[in-house]
């Protein structure tokens, strides 16, 4: 008897589909997509850095990465951000639902970025993972932190063609953009369309 993850949707309606089961997982793989929902977090960072490595490493031809990922960890996203700029074959990003915070660095590592019509992107500031320890380890962490987000700024202002100061001021305010005001903003360069 097969697990309920092997099962496939359509044979087995009461699996919630929130689950990846290992058929999908293949499907997006034959594919050449990955599928990135959720906070980037540093164990989906890492499977999905090692899922672009092994597409690039089997042909040239395009890697698409369809997103709706909110929030995650700097860390996590530098992973992904490393792996996309190492890989040789171009990555088309898509968002699908909504790209926030950090997850935008991922978004604008892609060589080509569209969007779904009814996609969303919110310019934040990363959010502080709870630092403990020592004064010291403290002070280094929020070191680290503002590292990282000038590196996050620095990356979507060049993807953009945004000023420095403009996506500084973007990401403090929590500016919204529709995907049409993502065109404007030079985040994203269509809309997909049927």
Known sequence: MRSPYERRPDEDPT???ALHAPWLDEQLFGRRMVFLRGPIEPEMASRAAATLLALDAG??????????????????VWTLVD??????APVHATAVGEVSAAALGVFCAAAQRTAFAHARFR???????SPGGTADQVVAEAGRYL?????????IAAATGQTRARVEDDLQSGRVLTAEDAIEYGLISSIVRR
């Not at 042909?59 to 996590?76: C, D, F, K, R, Y």
């Open 59 to 76: 042909g040239a031809e395009p890697i698409s990465v369809h997103m709706s990922a909110e929030q995650g960890t700097l860390a996590a």
């Open 83 to 88: 792996a996309i700029d190492a890989v040789r």
């Open 123 to 129: 310019l934040a500031e990363p959010k502080v993972s």
């Open 15 to 17: 699996m919630p589909p």
């Open 147 to 155: 590292r990282d987000l000038e590196d996050l700024i620095l990356r």
